[in-house]
C-alpha cells in the first residue's frame, strides 16, 4: 500500500515537474521608459530576469540597470555576445550598462554559462 | 553576504568533526552527543553557507527555471530532511552526506571562480598598458594633462623610457619603440620623422614630438580591446547544441532522480535510505557546470592569448570555421610581396647608372622612380642638378645631366641595339619577372636597372609550415602571369590565378569554395569583398579600420608567419572546446548511471559525498584544460634567420 502511494506520488511528482518547467509560461515584454535626454529600463535578477524581454526604442541613449538579488555565482556576470559586454552583477547593488541602441533588432543576454536568458529588442 | 570563500571556510570548520566522527566510526569512536551533535552542525552547515543555493533555486522554480544550484538544494535538503527525520525516528542519519557535498561545491566553486579571473584577464591587461598621462605641448609650454584630455591634433612630445599616449605621426625627432605589447612583434622598431606611433606602446631611447592623430575609442589598443571583449563574450556554433541540452537539463535530471528512487524502492525492494541516496546521488552527480564553462572558458584563454601575439580573432565563429578551412588564398601585393617596387639588379658601372637615373628621375612620381631613388640613397649617389627635361611617351624621359644628353626608359631610347652581352643579361632579368629599365648617356647604353616586388622575409617560410600542415596554398593577383609565377615560384605557392580584376577577387574566392573552404589573406583595403566571401577573411597588417572591419581574423603586424599562428592557434582552441565538451559529456553520460545505482550489482556505486567532489573536479577540470590553452606549443619559429 506504501509503496502503492510512493509510485503514485513520484508519478505525479514527474508529471508537475514537466508542465513546471515545460509547459508554455507566458512572459511578458516591458518597454523601457522614455525621457527627453534617453531611456532606463529595470531588470531584476533573481532566479533569473525579470522582465525577460525589454524593448528599447532605437537611437535613443539606454541604460539598462541589473539588480542582482540572487545571491547564485550562476547569474553574478551577464553577457550580451553582440557587443561585448561581459560584466560582473554585484549582489544587491544597481549595476548600469549603457546600450548602444543605434542599429535595431533582437540582442540575447545571458547569464556567464548562457543557462538564463533574456532578450533586449531595439525597434 | 558571505563570498563564496567564507561560505566554503566555514562549511569546511563544520564538516571536520563530521570526518572525525565518520573515520571514528569503524573504530567505536563516536562524537560527544552523537547524532545530535551532527544535526547542530549539519543545521549550521544549511543554514548558513547552504542557503544561498535554497534561496536561488527557489527563486529559479518560481521563475519556471532550473538550475545547478536547484540541484544542489534538492540533494542536499532531502538528505538533510531525511536524516531530521530517521534522528527523531531512531533510525540511521546521513547528516554528513549534505554536509559533505556543501562543502566539496563550495571548494570547486572557489577554485573555479579563480581561475575563470584568471583565463579573462586577457582584457584587463590589454587596458592597463595605456599610458595614464601625456605631456602636451600647448602654447610653446608643455603641460602634463590626463590621457582623456588629449585631443586630435595635439603635439605630444615623448622622452626616453615614456609610454607613447595615443596613436599619431612623428614630427620632430627619432626613437626606437618596442611595439611588442600591441603588435606582437618582439624586434624594437626605429622611427622617424612621417612614421606612425602606436599609443600604449613604449619609447625606449630617443626624444620626439609626434602629433595625436586617434584619441580615445579610436586607437588601435582601444580597437583591439573592443574586438577582444567581443570574441570573449562570443558562442562558438558548437555552443548551440550544449545550450539546448542545458535547458532542458536540470528537469530532465530531476525526473531522473524520482525514477531512480521509485524503482529502487517500489520494484527492486531496497530500503527507504538507500533508494533516497541513489537519488540524492543522481541529483548531485549531475550538475550541467562542466558543460556550461567548457566552451567560455577555451574561447576567452584562446582569444587572449593570441591578442597577446598581435593576432584578433573575431569571435567563436570564425574559430569554428578556421578549424575547417582547406585552402589558403593569398593576395600577392602587400600580402606575399612588401607591396613596395625595390630595385634587385644593376647592370654596368654602379655608381654612374644608379647617379644617372637618380638625377633624370628625382622629379618623377612613377612608382619605379621611388625604387630607383630609394636605392641611390641607400648608396648614398646623390643626385646632379637636370636640365631640360622631357617625358617621352610611352619610352622613358630624357634631361641633360652634367652637360650630357641622358636617358632612362625602354629599349626605344636607346639608338640602334644594345650590346649582345646587355641583351642577353636584360632577357635573363625579364625571365625572373622584373621590370628592366635601361639608362644611358648620348643615346647609348650605360647600364641596366631591373626592379622589382619582392616577396616578404617570412613569405616563403610561412608557405612551407602552410603546407606542412596540409594546405593547399592560392596565389590570386591582378598581375599577368609571367610575374605572378615568377613569385609564386620563389615562395613555393601550389597555384597561381593571374589577372584578376580587383572587383573580381570575391568571385574566384567564391568559385574555390564550392571545392573546399577557404581563408583569404589580404592587406584589407582593397580585399574588403573577397575577405568577407571567404570562410575566414585575414587581414594583414596595417591595423586600419577598415581591415579590423572586414577581417574574421586580424594579423596586426605585416608578418605571414602570422597566418601559421593565428590558425594553428584556432584550431588548438577548437579543439580545446570540444576536448571539454566530450569530457563533460562522458562525465554525466557515465556519471549518472553510476549514482542511479544501475551498476550496483557489480558493487559500484556513488555516495553523494563522491557525487560531490565528482561534481566540484569535472568544472574544475574544465576550467584548467582551457587555462592550459595559455601554454600549449603552437610550433611556429617566430624568428627567421636574416
Redesign the interface.
Known amino acids: 500500500m506504501i ?1 502503492l502511494t ?2 503514485l506520488t ?1 508519478v505525479a ?2 508529471g508537475f ?2 508542465w ?4 508554455h ?1 507566458e512572459t511578458a515584454a516591458v518597454a523601457a521608459k522614455i525621457e527627453k535626454t534617453g531611456q532606463d529600463a529595470q531588470v531584476l535578477v ?3 530576469y ?1 522582465p525577460e524581454t525589454v524593448v528599447l526604442k532605437q537611437g535613443l541613449p539606454a541604460k539598462l540597470t541589473f539588480l542582482r ?7 553574478d556576470h551577464v ?8 560584466d560582473f552583477l554585484p ?2 547593488q544597481a549595476h548600469t550598462i549603457d546600450i548602444d541602441t543605434t542599429k535595431p533588432g533582437e540582442y540575447e543576454f545571458a547569464c ?5 536568458h533574456g532578450k533586449l529588442i531595439i525597434k | ?1 558571505m563570498t ?1 570563500r567564507n561560505r566554503f571556510i566555514f562549511s569546511l570548520i563544520f564538516s571536520l568533526p563530521l570526518l572525525v566522527n565518520m573515520i571514528g566510526m569503524p573504530f567505536g569512536f563516536m562524537l560527544p552527543g552523537g547524532d545530535w551533535t551532527q544535526f547542530v552542525l549539519t543545521s549550521a552547515i544549511m543554514a548558513v553557507a547552504a542557503w ?2 535554497i ?15 536547484t540541484l544542489v538544494a534538492i540533494g542536499t535538503v532531502t538528505a538533510y530532511l531525511y536524516s531530521v527525520y530517521a534522528l527523531l525516528t531512531n533510525r540511521a542519519v546521513f547528516f554528513e552526506s549534505a554536509a559533505f557535498v556543501i562543502t566539496f561545491i563550495l571548494l570547486g ?1 572557489y577554485l573555479e ?1 579563480r581561475m575563470k579571473d584568471t583565463a ?1 584577464n586577457a582584457v584587463g591587461k590589454l587596458m592597463d598598458l595605456q599610458a595614464k598621462d601625456a605631456e602636451v605641448v600647448r602654447n610653446g609650454q608643455t603641460v602634463r594633462v590626463p590621457l582623456a584630455e588629449v585631443k586630435v591634433g595635439d603635439v605630444i612630445r615623448v622622452r626616453p623610457g615614456q609610454k607613447i599616449a595615443v596613436d599619431g605621426e612623428i614630427i620632430e625627432g627619432s626613437s626606437t619603440i618596442d611595439e611588442s605589447m600591441v603588435t606582437g612583434e618582439s624586434m624594437p622598431v626605429s622611427k622617424k620623422v612621417g612614421d606612425k606611433v602606436i599609443g600604449a606602446t613604449m619609447n625606449s631611447n630617443g626624444t620626439f614630438l609626434f602629433r595625436a592623430g586617434k584619441v580615445g575609442d579610436d586607437t588601435l589598443l582601444a580597437q583591439i580591446v ?2 577582444v ?2 570574441a ?4 562558438a556554433p558548437i ?1 548551440k547544441t550544449v ?1 539546448k541540452i ?3 537539463f ?2 530532465v535530471v ?2 531522473a532522480a ?2 531512480t ?2 524503482v529502487w ?2 520494484f527492486l525492494n531496497a530500503s527507504l535510505v538507500n533508494s533516497l541516496l541513489f537519488a540524492v546521488s543522481v541529483v548531485i552527480i549531475a550538475c ?2 562542466a558543460l ?2 567548457a566552451t ?1 572558458t577555451a574561447l576567452m584563454v584562446g582569444t587572449g592569448r593570441s591578442a597577446k601575439l598581435g593576432i584578433l580573432i573575431k569571435n567563436g565563429e570564425v574559430l569554428e570555421a578556421a578549424n575547417t578551412v582547406k585552402t589558403i588564398v593569398f593576395d600577392k601585393t602587400g600580402t606575399i610581396t612588401v607591396g613596395k617596387p625595390k630595385v634587385t639588379d644593376i647592370i654596368g658601372d654602379e655608381q654612374s647608372v644608379l647617379q644617372t637615373a637618380a638625377s633624370l628621375e628625382a622629379a618623377s612620381e612613377h612608382p619605379l622612380a621611388a625604387a630607383i631613388l630609394a636605392e641611390a640613397k641607400a648608396a648614398q649617389v646623390t643626385a646632379a642638378p637636370v636640365t631640360n627635361f622631357q617625358a617621352v611617351e610611352g619610352q622613358g624621359v630624357t634631361a641633360t645631366v652634367n652637360g650630357q644628353a641622358a636617358f632612362i626608359g625602354n629599349t626605344k631610347m636607346v639608338h640602334g641595339t644594345l650590346s649582345p652581352d646587355l641583351q642577353s643579361q636584360m632577357n635573363a632579368l625579364q625571365k625572373e619577372a622584373k621590370t628592366v629599365v635601361v639608362v644611358g648617356v648620348k643615346g647609348a647604353a650605360l647600364g641596366l636597372i631591373a626592379i622589382q616586388d619582392t616577396p616578404k622575409a617570412s613569405s616563403a617560410p610561412a608557405i612551407v609550415a602552410l603546407k606542412k600542415r596540409g594546405y593547399h596554398t592560392v596565389m590570386l593577383t591582378g598581375d599577368n602571369q609571367r610575374v605572378a609565377e615568377a613569385i609564386a615560384s620563389q615562395v613555393g605557392i601550389d597555384d597561381v590565378i593571374a589577372d584578376v580584376l580587383p572587383g573580381d577577387k570575391a568571385a574566384v574566392v567564391a568559385k574555390l569554395q564550392k571545392e573546399a573552404p577557404v581563408a583569404f589573406v589580404g592587406d584589407g583595403i582593397n580585399d574588403a569583398p573577397a575577405l568577407t566571401t571567404a570562410d575566414v577573411g585575414i587581414a594583414m597588417g596595417s591595423g586600419t579600420d577598415i581591415a579590423i572591419e572586414s577581417g574574421g581574423i586580424v594579423l596586426i603586424k605585416n608578418d605571414l608567419m602570422d597566418v601559421v599562428t593565428a590558425l594553428t592557434l584556432a584550431r588548438k582552441t577548437f579543439n580545446r572546446i570540444r576536448l571539454n565538451l566530450f569530457w563533460a559529456f562522458i562525465y554525466n553520460t557515465l556519471g549518472i548511471p553510476i549514482a542511479a545505482g544501475l551498476f550496483a550489482g557489480l558493487g559500484l556505486i556513488l555516495s553523494p559525498e563522491l557525487a560531490g567532489l565528482g561534481m566540484a573536479l569535472s568544472s574544475l577540470s574544465a576550467v584548467a584544460s582551457s587555462l592550459l590553452l595559455n601554454t600549449t606549443k603552437l610550433q611556429t619559429k617566430q624568428k627567421i634567420a636574416a
Not at chain 2, 55 to 64: C, E, I, L, P
Open positions: 509503496k510512493v509510485l513520484a511528482l514527474i515537474i514537466g513546471w518547467f515545460f509547459g509560461h533573481s532566479g533569473g525579470a538579488k540572487d545571491p547564485s555565482t550562476c547569474l553577457v550580451f555576445p553582440d557587443m561585448g559586454i561581459n549582489q544587491d556567464g554559462m548562457n543557462m538564463f | 553576504m563564496v544561498p543555493f534561496q536561488s533555486a527557489w527563486a529559479s522554480f518560481r521563475h519556471h527555471h532550473a538550475n545547478m544550484d566553486q571562480a579573462s573592443e574586438m571583449k567581443k570573449q563574450t562570443s558562442h555552443q545550450d542545458a535547458d532542458i536540470v528537469p530531476l525526473i524520482i525514477a528512487f521509485t524502492y517500489v550541467p557546470c556550461g564553462i567560455p
